[in-house]
């Protein structure tokens, strides 16, 4: 296992982080059996070749990947986290690997990965725009993020609502439920193809998401071809 960088994970055997991972499964059951287990199965079924899933949790997506994944790399910063990380991956995929990581410094040489995934990890993140250039960067340019995330409303009126809940959202989630993530997603460099779509039994103002793919957009690809 990847040692862990000083001072990243200093909260990491808070009550806090312990209860979370401890409470996630249960916690987000009902939502599983109301789609979002579906959601899963949907996006995952395109991950293929070398996969790096980030902020793998509990490892809720494990059940979901295919026949095309010729590896899989699990990282998950949160040592309460990973522990049932590598229990469930134990069971389910002993074959993948697992490290702790923060998404903002993923411990891979560049153009790793044909397929990135992040479920539900980028509302919480420490860095948004640093995890996302790191997912671009351990990416080939011819790979693919599939993500499904809770953002930030385009309807103003429910971003409004969330700007003023997200106190609570993150008291309760430890995450925020208004962060402009398909912007940040676009702004690295990634052409995205997403859906709007809700997180399943969330409160309306935490429903926002997409789901999705982003691969290297024409600008990024001729600039490291003018690069390399
Ligand atoms: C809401 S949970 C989602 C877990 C899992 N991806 C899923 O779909 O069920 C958010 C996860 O992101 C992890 N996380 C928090 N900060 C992170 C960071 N900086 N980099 C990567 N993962 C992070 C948390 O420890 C937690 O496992």
Known sequence: MTPAPQGFY??????????????????????????????????????????????????????????????????????????????????????????????????FEDASFDTVVSTLVL?????????????????????QFLFFEHLRSADPKIARTQNRLNWLNRLVVCCDCNRPTLDTIREVGFDVQAEDTALPKAPPFARPAACGTATYSPILRSGLAASG
């Open 123 to 143: 509302c919480g993140v420490d860095d948004q725009p640093r995890a996302v250039r790191e997912i671009r960067r351990v990416l080939r340019p011819d790979g």
């Open 10 to 107: 200093g909260s990491d055997m808070s009550i806090r982080s312990r209860f979370f991972a401890a409470t996630y499964d249960r916690f987000m059951q009902d939502a599983q059996e109301a789609g979002l287990a579906a959601m899963r199965q949907q996006l995952l079924a395109d991950a293929r070749g070398d996969v790096l899933e980030i902020g793998a949790g509990t490892g809720l997506n494990l059940a979901h990947y295919g026949s095309d994944v010729r590896t899989l790399t699990l990282t998950e910063p949160e040592s309460p986290m990973l522990r049932r990380l590598e229990r469930r991956a134990a069971e389910l995929a002993p074959e993948a690997t697992v490290l702790r990581a923060p998404a903002e410094d993923l411990p």
